[in-house]
């Protein structure tokens, strides 16, 4: 059977990570996000936990700026997704797919060509209210960004 990818991509030190912290509004949220270099581009294994109930599918992007903000937006300087190509929501280079969340706690990895890790050192990982519905632009419609991490 054809497989590129196999888990020894995933043994060792990431390239690259994010510890990803609630807003004041949400202490509990907390996770981390790892960047593996792998097959021309990048592995993201996510680990989070104290998402929010009801909702249970979260948007989460990679988004150009800092994790720093104000009262009404605390991470207003996250900015726009990550657009290294100049392309349209949902190909941006740091659209990812949504966090599935099983009572506040959700795992993933996935792969993804669109970057390799050091393309996103220095850019935050946001994680939304909402689903991304891939078609609102320029962000998916995802609503209220809820947590944020540095990538370093
Ligand atoms: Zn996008």
Redesign the pocket.
Known sequence: MFSKFSLRHLSGKPCCAAEVRGSSAYPDLMGKVSFYNACGGSVVLAEVCGLPAPCNVFAM?IHSGTCTGNESDPFADSG??L?LKGT?????T??LPPLFSNNGYAWYAVYTSRFKPWDVKGCSVIIHANP?DFMTQ???NAGEKIACGRIF
């Open positions: 992007h726009t997704h657009n349209e929501h949902p190909f941006h740091g659209d991304d320029p962000s998916g």
